[in-house]
């Protein structure tokens, strides 16, 4: 391998949790030079008194010495290795960044969100990420949701819409809701051609829409009664597409093949 690639240490107490992220690193657009595993703490601080690492990838549950406390030892290095925490437990995202972690990960770990995060630690250590022109254009944004205390970063591929309600906007994932006080007009800008405006107060992901429809009691106000409505997956929800706003759906909608 290149002498300029990444040296990491995989710190997770499943083996099985470890095989995967070694197969997500194989071939991916970060160069990696050595991995080297550790299942505890104490395994991994066994590790970095014999080999030196640019990376640590830490799980923080972990038998004796948890992840957290261990990067309060990592930080104390020098050198110090970049953290990338890599949990199933979302909750200790602020205290990870506070304990300056360039990246948190939630597992399922995706391609694209692992090389996001070698991304900044070869930025952190001053290397370009070389990679193709395509992936880079792949490259999926996030957004960034605090959440009853903690920090998620949600993949806009995972958003099924976003709907204005008072003072707040609830987003809808696949597999959860949030509430954000960001203003719907500028999430619409920041995910740009990802959703499609159907109504003053939604916003709904382009891929998530299986059908428009003509549907009884699916406005609001004026338009209460008969009216046209999208249904989107994976959960068959319903929203109301407002008259003024019908035209630009059915554009959008017939842009995708719809």
């Not at 046209?228 to 929203?239: F, N, Q, T």
Request: charged content about 30%; proline content about 5%; aromatic content about 4%.
């Amino acid at each position: 391998m290149a002498e300029e690639g990444l040296r990491l240490l995989l710190v997770d107490d499943e083996p099985l949790a470890r095989l995967r992220l070694r197969g997500l690193l194989a071939g991916g657009a970060a160069p990696v030079a050595q991995i080297h595993e550790a299942g505890s703490a104490a395994e991994a601080l066994h590790v970095l008194s014999r080999e030196g690492v640019d990376a640590v990838l830490l799980d923080i549950h972990l038998p004796g010495t948890d992840g957290l406390a261990l990067a309060q030892r990592l930080r104390q290095m020098r050198p110090s290795p970049a953290l990338v925490f890599v949990t199933a437990h979302a909750e200790h995202a602020l205290q990870a960044f506070e304990l300056e972690a360039v990246d948190y990960l939630t597992k399922p770990v995706r391609r694209a969100r692992l090389e996001e995060a070698l991304g900044r630690v070869l930025q952190r250590l001053g290397r370009p990420l070389a990679r193709p022109a395509e992936a880079a254009e792949a490259e999926l944004p996030v957004l960034v949701v605090s959440d009853r205390g903690r920090v998620l970063r949600v993949p806009v591929p995972e958003v099924v819409y976003l709907k204005a309600e008072q003072k707040y906007v609830t987003l809808r994932t696949r597999e959860h809701c949030y509430v954000l006080d960001d203003a719907l007009s500028d999430l619409e800008e920041r995910l740009g051609r990802a959703v499609v405006r159907v109504h003053r107060n939604a916003l709904v992901a382009r891929v998530a829409v299986r059908a428009l429809e003509r549907r009884v009691g699916t406005g609001e106000g004026e338009e209460a009664g008969e009216g046209w409505a999208v249904r989107l997956a994976p959960h068959d929800d319903w929203l109301a597409v407002s008259r003024r706003q019908l035209p630009l759906v059915r554009e959008a909608l017939a842009a995708e093949g719809l």
